[in-house]
């Protein structure tokens, strides 16, 4: 089974993701459109997951990577491409439910973690003012 745990990217806590990114490591939150809007991690970077193959080429190869998303999953995958891809790559543990549970910053001014999914979109949606 040692093989399984190769496969598994690697993962950061907190205080270890704010280590690496006081020493310059760049954070990306790899979430939907509508739950970076209302809440993010101070000083993220927003790649949805969906564009992530588009966009690398923004990602710095010689800096190291931590993602996160809301719990993990979308996180591993990003993580397990990035260092298939020859990054040095770690995603942050628990997510920022994980994050926000320890009271530590979100941006902007008042944000929140967002539900992930189709309904919590729709309804995010719903809540934005109207242009007519």
């Known amino acids: 089974m040692a093989d399984a745990?190769?496969?598994e990217p690697r993962e950061?806590?907190?205080e270890e993701a704010r280590k690496l990114i006081d020493e310059g490591a760049q954070l990306i939150d790899v979430r939907a459109d509508h739950e970076w809007e209302v809440?993010?991690?101070a000083g993220a970077t927003h790649v949805p997951l969906p564009e992530l193959p588009q966009r690398l080429g923004e990602i710095d190869k010689d800096r190291p990577v931590v993602l996160y998303c809301r719990g993990g999953n979308r996180s591993s995958m990003a993580a397990d491409a990035l260092t298939d891809a020859g990054y040095d790559?770690?995603?942050l543990?628990?997510?920022i439910v994980g994050w926000s549970g320890e009271d530590?910053?979100?941006e902007p001014e008042g944000g929140y973690v967002a539900d992930s999914g189709e309904a919590s979109a729709i309804l995010q949606a719903q809540k934005k003012p109207s242009h007519s």
């Open 5 to 7: 745990a190769q496969n």
């Open 12 to 14: 950061v806590g907190r």
């Open 39 to 41: 809440g993010r991690i």
């Open 89 to 91: 790559a770690v995603k």
């Open 93 to 95: 543990t628990e997510g």
């Open 104 to 106: 530590l910053p979100l």
